[in-house]
């Protein structure tokens, strides 16, 4: 947990334009997030704490979500799951979307209080139309495995897809796979063989040799 807080804390400190945001920001507003953010990561709690809490009063999403990640790492006086849990749930229905995301994980692990598998998944399924590719993994493993939702091989395609499409070479592998099966989708090799070279391309280990082996496939005459 501790590192998948910090990884969330940073890549919203390098990412924290408009994208991440339920609404823009007024640039003064976003220049004091900026700060905050700046100031968190030099080290200066206190002062960081102090402005997240002001913007929290004034409705800023991105520093509810920051409050929730410093009471998570017990990095304010009196942390408190349950405070966390407050912020992130407020962050995540202002469409604050790596809220969503930490919502629904931190609901799946138990981190928060009681485990609540059905909670987060309603949650997991609300970053995932909001375009996080990690929520979208999490809704089509749920799907693929009958993990927590029903076991749907088409709603798995269906948020592979999504996955694969923003950039996740797992889910470009697994998409492949679910195509060359025929597993939830009709079965097309041609596009079996497109996000088994997707991935390869972006990585993945095993994908050139299932390339190849397409590759003889659909070269072989037809019978």
Avoid: C
């Avoid at 003064?28 to 960081?48: F, I, M, N, S």
């Avoid at 993994?137 to 088409?154: C, E, Q, S, Y």
């Avoid at 996000?195 to 993945?204: E, I, L, M, T």
């Amino acid at each position: 947990m501790r590192n998948a807080i910090k990884q969330l804390l940073l890549s919203l400190a390098l990412m924290f334009g408009p994208q991440l945001q339920a609404a823009p920001l007024a640039p003064p507003l976003q220049a004091e997030l900026d700060a905050a953010v700046l100031d968190y990561e030099a080290g200066r709690h206190v002062r960081a704490r102090q402005a997240f809490e002001s913007l929290s009063k004034r409705g800023v999403p991105a520093a509810d979500y920051n409050l929730a990640v410093m009471h998570l790492r017990g990095e304010v006086p009196q942390a408190s799951p349950q405070r966390a849990s407050q912020l992130l749930t407020r962050a995540a229905k202002a469409g604050f979307v790596t809220a969503q995301f930490m919502l629904a994980q931190a609901l799946d692990r138990g981190e928060l209080g009681p485990r609540d598998l059905k909670l987060a998944h309603q949650w997991y399924e609300v970053a995932a139309e909001g375009g996080s590719v990690d929520a979208q993994v999490a809704m089509g493993t749920a799907h693929f495995l009958g993990r927590g939702l029903a076991k749907d091989p088409a709603r798995a395609v269906h948020w592979f897809r999504e996955a694969a499409k923003g950039g996740d070479v797992g889910a470009m592998y697994l998409l492949a796979s679910m195509y060359e099966q025929g597993d939830g989708v009709d079965r097309d090799l041609r596009l079996a063989r497109y996000w088994y070279g997707v991935a390869a391309h972006n990585g993945d280990e095993a994908a050139p040799f299932k390339l190849k082996e397409l590759d003889t496939r659909l070269a072989a005459p037809k019978t």
